[in-house]
C-alpha cells in the first residue's frame, strides 16, 4: 500500500463530490493559467508509493483526494455545472493521451505534458468560477472571509466560491486571499488534481504584498510547498510561520511533515511533541502517530490514532483517522482490521478516496481479486493517480493473460501520463517516478530519479526506491548500503524488507536474503500481487538450497 504521505498532508479534508469551482478573483493584467503541479505517488512491485506517510487527510495532503484547471472567461462567470462532466473531461484527455499503453514510451514527455496540459485545461476555458452555489459555507461577510476552519467544516468548493465573490468586492483583504490560498492547495490535495496550485500560489503571494509577513500566508506557502515535495522549502516557511505565532496549527503540522520526508525523524519527533503540547487535535495526533511508525513503534502509533478518533466528530475527520488506522492495519498484515477500518471510514463518507484504495488493497491482500480489481477500477476511473494506476496494473499483470498483460500496460502509460503532466507544472515527481519505473518502465530514468532525490533527502523511503533502482539496474552491491539504511529505523514496511532481501540475496549473502524476505512475507504476505510472489519464489529457492 502506498505510504501514508505528508506531500498530501492531512489537515481538514472536505467532500470530494461537489463541483469544482473556476480561478480566483481577477485584478488587472492577471489571468489565470492553471498549469499542473504534483504530488501523489506511484509504486513499483512493493506497492509502495509516494513520499512516505499517510491518507489525504481531512482538509489537506500523501497522499491522497479533483477538480480541473480553471480558464478565464472574461467575467466573473458560475460555478462549474457537474464534478463529473469537469472530472471526466480531465481522465478522459489522460486516457487518450496514455491510449496504446507502452507506446506511450517512446513518446517525448516533455512535449506530452504540454499536449496534456492542454488538454486538460481545454475544455475549462470558457468556464468561470465565483458564483455561490447556495450550499455548504454561506457567503463570507466583507469583515472577514472565511477562515479555514470555516472551509474544512463546509462545502470546500462553495466556500471557494464565497471567497472568490467577498475578494471581488474586498480585494485589499489579506486574511481573504491567504485562506484562498490554502483551500486551493486543500482542493488539489484532497480531489487528486494538484492543478490548483499555481492559483494558490498567486493567492499567497497577494496575501503578503499586502501585508508582509503574515503567519497565515506563510503557513499557506509551507503546505504548498510540501504539496509541491519542496521539503526544504516547506520547513523554511514553517518556521517562518511559526517565528509570527508559535501557535499556527498548520504551519506545525507541515513542520512535522517536511522534518518525516527530509528523513531529520529525530527532529520530527520533537517537532510532534511541540505541536501537541501547543496545539494538540487530529492533525497533530495522526503525524504524531506516524513519526512513532516510522521508528518501529506500532503500538503507540494505534494508541495515538485511537486517541484521534475519539477525539473525531466531523464525518472528515473519522474517515481520515479511521482510514489511517486501516493503513497501519494493512501494513502488519491485519486485513481483517484494516478492512473494518475502512468500512468504517467509507461510512463516515462514502467517496474518500484513500479508504476506498486501501479498501481494495486489502481485498487483494486477503484474496478477493475480483472485487479488488473492481474497487481499483472505479478509483482510476475517476481519479487516475500514480499508486492506485500501479496497483490496478499489477492486479490484471497477475492474472496473466495476454489481454490483462495489454491492460496493465495501459494503466502504466497513464502513470507516465500523470508524471509528465505534474512535471510540466514545476512539481518534482522524481520518487514516483523512481518507484513505478524501477518495475514498469525505464530502469536508466529509474535510477536518475533516484539519485536526483536522494541529492534532495534522506528520508527511508528514498533509500529504499535508490537501492531498488540501483537493483534493476545490476549494481546490487552499491544498492545494498541504501537497502540497510531503508529498514535501520525499525519502520515495519514489508517492501522494504522485501527489497532488501533480494538485494542481499543478489550480493551473495542467502543468510541475510532468507532472513528478511521471510520478515517481509511473516509481516505482510499480500504487501504486493508481483512482489509477494516473487518473494516466494526466491525464498522457496533459497530454502532448497540449504
Known amino acids: 500500500m502506498p505510504p501514508r504521505t505528508t506531500d498530501s498532508t492531512p489537515e481538514r479534508r472536505d467532500d470530494d463530490r461537489v463541483p469544482s469551482t473556476g480561478p480566483e478573483p481577477e485584478t488587472a493584467g492577471e489571468r489565470e493559467g492553471g498549469a499542473a503541479a504534483g504530488a501523489g505517488a506511484g509504486s513499483g512491485k512493493g506497492g509502495d508509493g509516494a513520499s512516505g506517510a499517510r491518507p489525504a487527510e481531512p482538509g489537506a495532503g500523501h497522499t491522497a483526494p479533483t477538480p480541473s484547471p480553471a480558464g478565464e472567461n472574461g467575467d466573473e462567470g458560475g460555478e462549474r455545472g457537474e464534478d463529473g462532466d469537469d472530472t471526466d473531461q480531465r481522465v478522459a484527455a489522460m486516457r487518450r493521451a496514455a491510449d496504446g499503453g507502452r507506446r506511450w514510451r517512446a513518446l517525448h514527455l516533455a512535449g506530452c505534458a504540454v499536449l496534456l496540459a492542454v488538454a486538460v485545461t481545454g475544455g475549462a476555458v470558457a468556464v468561470g468560477g465565483g458564483q455561490d452555489g447556495g450550499t455548504g459555507v454561506d457567503a463570507v461577510s466583507a469583515a472577514g472571509a472565511l477562515s479555514p476552519g470555516d472551509l474544512a467544516r463546509g462545502d470546500l468548493d462553495a466556500g471557494i466560491a464565497s471567497l472568490q465573490k467577498h475578494l471581488r468586492a474586498q480585494p485589499r483583504d489579506f486574511g481573504g486571499w491567504s485562506t484562498l490560498g490554502v483551500a486551493y492547495v486543500e482542493q488539489a490535495r484532497t480531489k487528486g488534481d494538484p492543478s490548483r496550485y499555481p492559483q494558490a500560489e498567486r493567492a499567497l503571494r497577494r496575501s503578503l504584498d499586502l501585508e508582509p509577513g503574515n503567519d497565515q500566508a506563510l503557513a499557506g506557502q509551507a503546505a504548498l510547498a510540501a504539496a509541491r515535495h519542496d521539503f526544504p522549502g ?77 477525539s473525531a466528530s466531523a464525518p472528515a475527520d473519522i474517515a481520515y483517522v479511521t482510514t489511517s488506522l486501516g493503513q497501519l492495519a ?84 497513464l502513470v507516465d501520463a500523470w508524471t509528465a503532466l505534474a512535471r510540466a507544472g514545476g512539481a518534482n515527481t522524481d520518487l514516483e517516478t523512481a518507484l513505478a519505473a524501477a518495475d514498469h518502465g525505464d530502469k536508466d530514468e529509474a535510477l536518475r530519479s533516484a539519485r536526483a532525490e536522494w541529492d534532495r533527502r534522506h528520508s527511508v523511503h528514498t533509500a529504499d526506491a535508490l537501492a531498488w533502482a540501483l537493483h534493476v539496474n545490476g549494481r546490487d552491491e552499491e544498492a545494498l548500503p541504501y537497502a540497510r539504511r531503508a529498514t535501520a529505523t525499525g519502520y515495519r514496511n514489508a517492501v522494504f524488507l522485501y527489497h532488501r532481501g533480494v538485494i542481499e540475496r543478489a550480493t551473495g549473502d542467502e543468510r541475510g536474503a532468507r532472513t528478511h524476505l521471510k520478515a517481509a512475507l511473516d509481516l505482510n504476505p499480500g504487501f504486493s500481487p508481483l512482489g509477494a510472489r516473487e518473494a516466494r519464489t526466491a525464498l522457496k529457492d533459497l530454502e532448497g538450497n540449504r
Open 234 to 310: 516547506a520547513l523554511s516557511h514553517a518556521d517562518r510561520a511559526l517565528k509570527q505565532n508559535p501557535y499556527n496549527e498548520r504551519a506545525l503540522c507541515t513542520r512535522i511533515d517536511a522534518l518525516v520526508e527530509l528523513g531529520r525523524y529525530g527532529d520530527a519527533a520533537k517537532a510532534a511533541d511541540t505541536a501537541d503540547d501547543r496545539r494538540p487535535g487530529v492533525p497533530v495526533f495522526t503525524r504524531y502517530a506516524y513519526v512513532h511508525e516510522l521508528r518501529g513503534d506500532v503500538r503507540t502509533a494505534r494508541s495515538v490514532l485511537e486517541r484521534a478518533l475519539g
Open 330 to 413: 494493512w501494513n502488519q498484515g491485519e486485513y481483517k482490521t484494516a478492512l473494518g477500518h475502512y468500512a468504517r471510514a467509507l461510512a463516515a463518507d462514502d467517496a474518500y478516496l484513500p479508504a476506498l484504495e486501501g479498501r481494495a488493497r486489502a481485498q487483494a491482500a486477503s484474496g478477493d481479486r475480483a472485487a479488488a480489481v473492481t474497487g481499483l477500477e472505479q478509483v482510476v476511473a475517476r481519479f487516475p493517480l500514480p499508486g492506485p494506476l500501479v496497483a490496478l496494473g499489477e492486479l490484471y499483470e497477475d492474472r496473466g493473460a495476454d489481454g490483462d498483460r495489454a491492460k496493465a500496460g495501459d494503466q502504466y502509460a
